[in-house]
């Protein structure tokens, strides 16, 4: 009995000591909850973004966590005054998607430094929506759980078509599986409830490199944008699980997608400029309308409420 209990302890303490020397890394968790080194990981790990440009994101971190433990990091811009409107910004959903980040944060680098029409919206940006996917070596499309969270999103159509459709259409690409519920993971179901939450005019959603402009929506006052700088509007249709599915049909906020010509290499700075301009165009041009419409129709609907019964 004494020997037998002498060899557990032995097992034990082998097993503990091998634990320790072969996972020497700190956990995710305590890289990611300091923004330090939560920037070091991850401009290691993207293209064109210093380790300054990262640090003066001042990105915080909410509270949920990827299922590997990093947080979501997001930013917010909020004007003194009453907002034009609110855009929520996603980059970097597939994490194999790099200029999906990078460009996210040259976006929140701009509002810092411009006092221009984009200060007057409220902005919650998020440029790492799957961090696990992107600190992956190599990067992954999908979570450290396997899963597209593109795919993920709690759609009308979920149960009867995501499962058919990764089946039948993609050939069970395992860079495409929907998960095994709809919100199974818990950077989609965040989304899910941050659009609850914060309730955006518009959701601006960033991917690479199919090299076009998407729009999905549109509720009433908001018409789809015809190009960002050479990105020309070109409409994809929606999947089962996807944000564009979600956001612009179920939840009735528009979901602008930008899928950037490639994934590696980031446009130039030109480009930059001429996809920033045309946004923020877009932007205050259909905003404002989508503003008025929104408050037409409660108007009407305090009208109808007034009215006497008959
Ligand atoms: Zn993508």
């Not at 330090?36 to 293209?47: E, F, G, H, L, Y």
């Not at 430094?113 to 499309?141: C, F």
């Not at 165009?281 to 409420?305: C, I």
Request: aromatic share 8%.
């Amino acid at each position: 009995m004494k020997d037998t209990m002498g060899r557990n302890l032995l097992v034990l303490s082998l097993l503990f000591f091998s634990h320790t020397t072969v996972h020497a890394e700190p956990a995710p968790t305590a890289i990611a909850n300091d923004p330090q080194n939560w920037c070091d990981s991850v401009t290691r790990a993207i293209p064109r973004i210093k380790m300054r440009t990262c640090i003066a994101a001042k990105l915080s971190p909410v509270s949920t966590k990827s299922v590997s433990g990093r947080p979501i990091m997001l930013r917010e811009f909020k004007p003194a005054e009453q907002a034009r409107g609110r855009v929520l910004v996603v980059g970097g959903i597939h994490g194999d998607e790099l200029t999906a980040v990078s460009i996210v944060f040259r976006w929140i680098e701009l509002l810092e430094k411009s006092p221009g029409d984009a200060t007057q919206y409220h902005w919650r940006i998020v440029p790492v929506m799957n961090p696990d996917g992107l600190l992956a070596k190599p990067p992954t499309r999908v979570n450290a759980r396997g899963v597209d969270l593109n795919r993920n999103f709690p759609t009308d159509d979920w149960f009867a078509e995501a499962h058919r459709y990764w089946h039948v259409s993609t050939n069970r690409d395992p860079r495409r599986f929907p998960g095994t519920a709809p919100g199974s993971e818990p950077k989609s179901r965040w989304l899910h409830s941050e659009i609850k939450r914060f309730k955006p005019d518009v959701i601006v959603s960033v991917h690479a490199p199919h090299n076009v402009l998407d729009f999905d929506g549109p509720p009433a006052g908001m018409k789809a944008p015809s190009r960002f700088g050479r990105l020309r509007l070109h409409r994809l249709g929606v999947y089962p699980g996807s944000l564009g599915n979600f956001g612009g049909l179920k939840e009735g906020v528009p979901v602008v997608t930008l899928e950037l010509p490639h994934a590696l290499k980031m446009p130039s700075e030109e480009e930059l400029a001429h996809v920033w301009r045309d946004m923020q165009r877009w932007l205050k041009d259909n905003l404002a309308d989508r503003r008025v419409a929104q408050q037409n129709t409660s108007a009407n609907a305090e009208r109808a409420e007034d009215e006497p019964s008959r």
